[in-house]
């Protein structure tokens, strides 16, 4: 098969990418076979993966409404993904046109693809950098044009961190991103748990995982709440993200099932 025009030259289309699994797990285009494979291996392991991500994308929109409308214009989106439907900056300047977003992505393709989407979109910009790495994300021109770190930003993490090992000490990338934004600053964050879930379940999605560059690190409801460590956790704390402030139409029933827990907190100022 030809590489497509959106697939930039230098990435390896033998191997399954977190990014591209993702997008196909919630319909879009931008996967090659590898990745569907590895998706598809993981439906059959855990048959919910694809409700999964919409039950967490429709958290990201919450969430990002929320913040809009708590008076948030400067959003920092750490492991943004590749572009789908309802993006933040599609929310953010929807309801308030003079909102910044920058998306920071590891994945060439989802940073290709966002640049695509954003060209011609002067408050929007797109940076290829590494969560491992926040003092780069902070020093990065992009992010200094962008964002003025002096006011209030709304920093989302937002189903990255089950790519994070303990061994990359979150608890310490989080507390650099929150000592360099101005108090009054905002956090988001979800990720996929192992609460309730059956060991062999577990067993088999680690597994699929290790085939990528990024291997899973589930966390608890506890270990994630710890991560939010300087900041105010809203109501209604972290839960399983179909509870996370719901909409009217929004089914929370079986809401474990969603497999990932979030939350959204406020930094003291
Ligand atoms: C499951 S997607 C989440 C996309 C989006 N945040 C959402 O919630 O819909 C995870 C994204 O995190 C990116 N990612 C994984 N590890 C990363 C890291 N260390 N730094 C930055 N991005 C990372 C992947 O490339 C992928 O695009």
């Known amino acids: 098969m030809g590489r497509p025009n959106w697939a930039p030259d230098d990435i390896d289309i033998e191997r399954p990418s977190v990014a591209r699994m993702y997008d196909y797990y919630l319909g879009g285009s931008h996967n090659f076979a590898v ?6 291996a993981m439906v059959t392991a855990v048959p919910e993966a694809p409700l999964m991500a919409q039950a967490n994308r429709a958290f ?3 969430a990002v409404q929320f913040l809009v409308d708590a008076g948030v214009r400067q959003f920092l989106d750490i492991g943004s993904g590749i572009p789908t439907v309802g ?3 599609e929310i953010a300047q929807r309801h ?4 910044r977003v920058v998306y920071v992505d590891i994945d060439p393709v989802a940073v290709a693809h966002s640049q695509e989407i954003l060209a011609g ?7 290829q950098e590494d969560l491992r790495h926040p003092e780069r ?6 992010v200094r044009r962008l964002l003025d770190l002096d006011r209030p930003v709304a920093v989302l993490v937002v189903a990255v961190l089950h790519f994070v090992a303990a061994d990359d000490r979150p608890g310490e990338l989080l507390r650099t991103l929150r000592d360099a934004v101005a108090p009054g600053s905002w956090l988001v964050l979800s990720q996929a748990s192992a609460d309730g879930r059956d060991d062999d379940e577990r067993a088999e999605a680690e597994a699929i995982y290790r085939r990528t560059d990024n291997p899973l690190w589930l966390r608890s ?14 109501e209604p704390g972290v839960v399983w993200v179909p ?3 719901p909409e009217f139409s929004e089914n929370t029933e079986d809401a474990e099932q969603s497999g990932f827990i979030g939350g959204v907190g406020r930094s003291g100022g």
């Open 35 to 40: 990745d569907r494979a590895a998706a598809q």
């Open 60 to 62: 990201l929109r919450r």
């Open 87 to 89: 993006n933040v900056h």
């Open 96 to 99: 308030a046109p003079d909102s």
């Open 121 to 127: 979109n002067d408050r929007t910009t797109v940076v």
């Open 137 to 142: 994300i902070l020093g990065h021109p992009e």
């Open 221 to 234: 409801r506890a270990e994630l709440t710890a991560l939010f460590d300087g900041f105010e956790l809203v």
């Open 243 to 245: 509870q996370w402030r």
